[in-house]
C-alpha cells in the first residue's frame, strides 16, 4: 500500500520555466490538498479538491493552477516560477468522514 | 477565520525527561484540533486528534494532549521523551463541520531535539 506518493522528489528549476507536481493516492479518499512549508511558517495551503471534479483556492493560490485528474491524482503546476516559490510541497489525501489527512513524502522545489 | 501559535520554535530535552509543546488557538467557531509529526525529510504523520468528548486524548507513541477551551490551548506532553522522538511537531485547527471540513491551519511548528 502506497498511500500518497508525489514525483518528482526534488527539483531545480530556473526562474520564469514552468513545471507540474504530480501526486497520486491508492486510499480511494474523496479530498486531496497542497501545501507549501517554508521555514518558520509551518504548512500554508494553497489548493484543495473536496471531491473528484471540483477545486477551489486556500490561503496561498497565487502563481498556482491545479487539475484534479481523475479521483486519484491531483497536480499542482506552477506556470513561471520566482524564487518566492522555492519550498517544499506536501501533498495530502482525506477520506469521507475521517479527519486524518494522508502526506505524501514532498517535493523539494529550488527556483534560482 | 482560524489561527495557531505554536509557542516555542524550539524545545532542547534530555532523554526520558518529560516534554511539553504549548499550542494556542484563536477561533470564533468551534474547531477540530490536531498535532502532526514530521520525522527528517519525511512528510506528515497524525499523532492525535480532538474532535469533541473527552478533553485529555491519547496519541501513538505515548504523546497526549488535553484541551482547554477556557485557555484556547491544546499542548502536547509526553512524561519520557526518546531519542526517536526528535522530530518537528505541528499544532492544526480545522473550523468544525460546513465547508471548511478538512481544511487544516496549522501552527510554525516546534522543533524536539532530544539529547542522551
Known amino acids: 500500500n502506497a498511500g500518497v506518493t508525489q514525483t518528482p522528489k526534488f527539483q531545480v528549476l530556473k526562474t520564469g520555466q514552468s513545471m507540474t507536481l504530480q501526486c497520486a493516492q491508492d486510499?480511494?479518499?474523496?479530498?486531496m490538498y497542497w501545501y507549501r512549508q517554508d521555514p518558520g511558517m509551518g504548512l500554508r495551503l494553497i489548493y484543495y479538491?473536496?471531491?473528484?471534479?471540483?477545486?477551489d483556492k486556500g490561503e496561498v493560490p497565487n502563481g498556482y493552477n491545479v487539475s484534479r485528474l481523475n479521483k486519484r491524482e491531483f497536480s499542482l503546476r506552477l506556470e513561471s516560477a520566482a524564487p518566492s516559490q522555492t519550498s517544499v510541497y506536501f501533498c495530502?489525501?482525506?477520506?469521507?468522514?475521517?479527519?486524518?489527512?494522508?502526506f505524501g513524502p514532498g517535493t523539494r522545489l529550488t527556483v534560482t | 477565520a482560524q489561527s495557531v501559535t505554536q509557542l516555542d520554535s524550539q524545545v532542547p530535552v534530555f532523554e526520558e525527561a518529560p516534554v511539553e509543546l504549548r499550542c494556542n488557538y484563536s477561533?470564533?467557531?468551534?474547531?477540530?484540533l490536531f498535532w502532526y509529526v514530521q520525522y527528517p525529510n519525511q512528510g506528515l504523520q497524525l499523532l492525535l486528534k480532538?474532535?469533541?468528548?473527552?478533553?485529555l486524548v491519547k496519541g501513538i507513541n505515548g504523546f497526549e494532549a488535553e484541551f482547554n477551551k477556557s485557555q484556547t490551548s491544546f499542548h502536547l506532553r509526553k512524561p519520557s521523551v526518546h531519542i526517536s522522538d526528535t522530530a518537528e511537531y505541528f499544532c492544526?485547527?480545522?473550523?468544525?463541520?460546513?465547508?471548511?471540513?478538512?481544511?487544516?491551519?496549522f501552527g510554525q511548528g516546534t522543533i524536539l531535539t532530544v539529547h542522551p
Open positions: 495530502a489525501s482525506l477520506g469521507i468522514g475521517s479527519y486524518e489527512q494522508y
Open positions: 486510499m480511494n479518499h474523496n479530498s
Open positions: 479538491s473536496a471531491s473528484e471534479g471540483t477545486t
Open positions: 477561533s470564533s467557531v468551534s474547531v477540530y
Open positions: 480532538y474532535l469533541s468528548g473527552s478533553t
Open positions: 492544526a485547527v480545522n473550523r468544525a463541520g460546513g465547508t471548511s471540513y478538512g481544511k487544516l491551519t
